[in-house]
């Protein structure tokens, strides 16, 4: 058995899933838009420009979107 000052995360995780306890989500609180003008580079869709309608966490909601091309 490890010391319990040197357990990983990992570890950590699969102890507590042996009790069914279940992994706390956090979401920080959407923010309302400003409807700036705004530029987004996308993971899946590229980059965007368009009228910041507020966030959720990492998700970014834009009003009269136009995708940039090169």
Not at 24 to 46: L, M, Q
Not at 53 to 68: I, P
Request: aromatic content about 8%; cysteine-free.
């Amino acid at each position: 058995m490890s010391n319990l000052d040197n357990l990983t995360y990992g570890e950590l995780k699969q102890i507590a899933s042996m009790f069914g306890a279940k992994p706390i989500e956090t979401k920080p609180a959407p923010s309302n838009g400003d409807g700036r003008s705004v530029i987004v580079r996308s993971r899946d869709a590229g980059v965007l420009f368009g009228e910041f309608a507020g966030n959720d966490g990492s998700t970014v909601h834009l009003k009269n979107a136009r995708q940039l091309w090169q």
